[in-house]
Every structure is written in structure tokens, then in C-alpha cells.
């Protein structure tokens, strides 16, 4: 398994905006999810979740913060680099992504963001190192000393950003 770090020099490497990062993000989960789109995820998520009202508004955050959105995906996209052949996917995403550039809306950015995170979660995953934007607009690497659960990462995040790593 990889590390966060190696990911955050991985993307700095490649100078990555958040536009980037968020096609990296909706293409990955996209992947990831046998191919759903932004409807079909939003679908899902709607369908399983305890309350409803609460991931309309977790995506209405996402939507209307980008440094929240960014910093989510990365979670998503740290959580992913763990697993080798999901880090090799990313390594391409990448690479198409500055061949290829595209710009997605926010609602499908926040749709992956959560819905990624609601894959993780769904599978138990946990990380103890992410990667996260700081206020200077840099790409760090954030180790937590121990496995914190997929939930408690994106509760984190949405809580306090960067401050809470």
C-alpha cells in the first residue's frame, strides 16, 4: 500500500487545481462504481441513507464550498492510492487529465465527492494518512498515527477543513 505522501508528490508533480482534481475524482468514482453517473449515485445514495435530508444538504455544502469539495476528493482520491491497482488508475487519471482537461459541474463534483465517500464507508475503509489542500492552495500530506474510519475523515473534513487534520 501507498502512502499519502507518495500521492501528494505524485500530484504536485503534476501541479494539480482543484479542476483537476476534481476530474480525477468524478472519473475515479465514476470507475469505481461500474460506470454510474451523476443521477444514478445521487439515486443510490438517496436510497440507502438514514436520513435523506441530510446528504441534500452535505451536497448543497460541497456544491457551494470548493475548498471543501477539493479537499473531500482528495480524501477520496488518498483513500483510493492505498490499494494498487486503484493507484495505478489514479497515476492515469492524472496524465489524462492534463492531456484532456475537462470541467465538470459542482453537483457532479459533490455527487462523486460523497458518493466516494460513501463507498469507502460501505467498505470499511480507513486511511491513516491523507492528502488535503491547505489554506495556501498546497497539497500536503496530513498522518493521523493511526486507521481513522472512512465516516470520521469526511466528518472531519466537513467540521473543520484543514484545521481539524
Known amino acids: 500500500m501507498s502512502s499519502a505522501s507518495s500521492l ?9 487545481g482543484a479542476d483537476m482534481v476534481a476530474q480525477v475524482c468524478v472519473n475515479l468514482v465514476r470507475s469505481w462504481s461500474g460506470g454510474k453517473d451523476a ?6 445514495l438517496m436510497q440507502n441513507a438514514k436520513d435523506p435530508a441530510g446528504v441534500d444538504q452535505m451536497l448543497y455544502q460541497l456544491e457551494g464550498d470548493p475548498a471543501y469539495a477539493d479537499n473531500v476528493a482528495l480524501i ?3 483513500s483510493a492510492w492505498g490499494y494498487s491497482e486503484l493507484e495505478s488508475e489514479i497515476r492515469q487519471l492524472v496524465v489524462d487529465a492534463e492531456q484532456s482537461p475537462e470541467q465538470f459541474p459542482s453537483s457532479w463534483v459533490a455527487r462523486a465527492a460523497l458518493y466516494g465517500m460513501y463507498l469507502m464507508a460501505r467498505n470499511g475503509a480507513s486511511a491513516d494518512d491523507i492528502a488535503f489542500r491547505n489554506a495556501q492552495g498546497k497539497i500536503e500530506a496530513h498522518t493521523f498515527g493511526r486507521d481513522v474510519p472512512a465516516s470520521a ?6 467540521d473543520q477543513y484543514e484545521d481539524a487534520l
Do not use: G, K, W
Request: hydrophobic share 40%.
Open 76 to 78: 477520496v482520491i488518498s
Open 39 to 44: 443521477q444514478e449515485t445521487y439515486s443510490e
Open 8 to 16: 501528494v508528490d505524485y500530484l504536485n508533480a503534476h501541479h494539480p
Open 153 to 158: 475523515l469526511f466528518a472531519a473534513m466537513r
